[in-house]
DNA sequence: AATGAATGAGGCTTCATTCAT
DNA sequence: TATGAATGAAGCCTCATTCAT
């Protein structure tokens, strides 16, 4: 019985879901959702109380996953080269899975503003990743393997370099003449770019020091 | 008259301009603009049909400006490293007087991804551009200013870097806790950052060569 | 089992007696009502067919036995003085436990004039107290102890006189100032208020004749 | 044009008013009164912003005249037994107008106490209007018109003889059987029933005292 | 007996657009 | 040219009720 239910409420989330990041529908109607899951629109506010709360929902969840990975992944040991490189995989990988996320958080930050708050780590979390970072980017500038540069400005590179492609693809994908075919290929390839960007020689291993 | 109809004319598209791409009101309700500009709602479908139209109109006039600009810019005779060094000024320069615009453009396209044509220069003239460029920067590649890259990629990149700390800006206020004095700042600084990545070593002049 | 039942029963039907007429709350949602009462909304539907027979079912009971006992008073042998001093203690008894019944009644009545029929005696049992009562207010008013009038303005001048307070208490106790204390001490006060305005003297006794 | 306007205004408040306070169709929805006005739904969102608001409208309009010859007739410088009559008159006329709006009233305060302060002359006026009536009372008790009695209950008996035969029209209809011809018939024998039930003996003018 | 899930009807409101002047 | 009035489509939400266990 509470598996019925969870399956009628996993549907609708999913739906929404697909509506709103695969299918870059974000204005998806309430009619529309429930149509797409087969189910009366009634039952999603049954179950969600509002569209609101639906929308965030599945934006939470959506996000969760990746969020957790990427913190784990600054968080660990390894080099700053191959946290890097990590961190693109994962990128990538998330907006294979959800092709018009980005490009909606970064909308969505824009209107309001005061809700991006509500979508990154805590302060204090991040002033410790900041710190992590901050000293490895020191190292990497020490060993010549980077060009002396604010940790700003790095961590705004590597994010321009990593999202902007995924959330401008039609417009890459017209501006090259890509297909669907071409681009996941074009994402691909994003990797070793953008680590031949940022790092002038790589380091695989802390070991090298 | 005519004077008189021009006028209010051009009142209602400033005013939508100024909702649309400065305030970020994208979804400004044709009420709202008709207050804005104290005009009569109804006189907005008068002037240009339908709302719609209206936002076209608005957009197009926008862009036009800094693509003409633009276009001029790759098409001269300068170096690439100059081209890509005023081609960021442009960038910039844009997104301080319409902060919205380039965030509206990527997820305009994302919606309805078959505009995008309308909005980027004709086949032919992108062709040409294109055959410009590989050439520029096969030839950096051959001086070893910069590192091998396709002309895709090394134009991925230089849109990235350029444009998403444009539309990201909420997001790297946030993160770096900047208020508008400081974010400009930082926009100011990314001219080097975006060349200090792009190329290993400046080149200011043809005759380097 | 069936102990159980009636206990479920009872306890949804009081429970909407309580939102319905001690509370107020006439138009409480079978959703409302179930969680107060903390059962399932279906098993109100379950019991009691629909949200309309459940409430009919609780007026009906609620109202039955202050009917029976007004029927009782006047179809006695007591004096007209004693019947209404009775009737007053009833009517003001009642409305300490059920402050919102004869507000609903009223208004209900007025919305579906055919539903009053249901809710008053038969036709025969009426017009046997009509006749009763007429002839000892012809007698009252033959004794000097009541001014000349007619049965029915005799009747609405009690009903009104009892009934209007309770009715319209927020009324009475925002134009007085009441709190609950004053406003139930006011009512105290009613029973021999009425009596005074409507007899001219007492008569407790069918022997003083 | 304003005219026409007007003109719109004015039917759709006078549908609603005649809606709500003549046919006692308290819930009346925004779609039968446009139907009943004979125009489109929106409309009255166009010019009422909400349908509360459009009741709110519609109330205070209705009680308006009313309140303010109630005012009128207390403030001024009759007899009190002047008063009480003309007071009757008032009341039974405009319950003839519109016979479910002190049924509404009654039920409202009930539902929202807090709105009845809003319906009621502001503090400073009436406690000017108690000490005239007080003052009054106390001379016709004095003189022996009529019987000691606070001024409280002396204004709940006159609200009650008044206002109660109004609001439970359909019982006293089914009580007595009266149509429409009979209840208005009934209606009007109670100014004088009221007056006699109040007062010992009249007193028509200042000057007998 | 009891429940969670599901439904359909109906209500309010907003908005772009059109009409009549 | 300009405007207030009017419209129809569409959206969200609530509720009583029914269904399937």
Redesign the pocket.
């Known amino acids: ?2 598996e ?6 996993d ?1 609708i989330k999913e739906t929404a879901m697909r509506l709103f990041f695969q299918k870059g529908h974000i ?8 149509d797409e899951a ?17 929308f965030e929902k599945v934006l939470h969840e959506t996000l969760g996953a990746t969020r957790e990975k990427i913190d784990y992944i600054f968080s660990s040991q390894d080099t700053l080269y191959n946290k890097i490189s990590r961190f693109i995989d994962i990128f990538i990988d998330q907006n294979i899975d959800y092709p018009y996320l980005e490009n909606f958080l970064v909308t969505e930050m824009v209107k309001n503003p005061d809700k991006v708050k509500e979508l990154h780590p805590v302060e204090e979390k991040r002033e410790k990743l900041r710190r992590i970072l901050e000293e490895q980017i020191q190292e990497e500038i020490a060993s010549g393997r980077i060009e002396p540069i604010s940790i700003e400005h790095f961590m705004v590179n590597l994010m321009s370099l990593c999202n902007y492609p995924l959330i401008a693809k039609p417009m890459v994908q017209n501006f090259f003449g890509y297909d669907e075919v071409g681009y996941k290929k074009f994402l691909l390839e994003r990797r070793n770019v953008v680590l031949q960007t940022m790092f002038k020689q790589p380091n695989f291993s802390e070991n090298i020091k």
Chains 1, 2, 3, 4 share one sequence.
């Open positions: 019985m509470a019925k239910t969870q399956q009628t409420e549907l204005n998806a109607t309430t009619q529309e959702i429930a087969g189910v009366n629109r009634a039952l999603i506010h049954y179950y969600f109380r509002s569209r609101d709360l639906l």
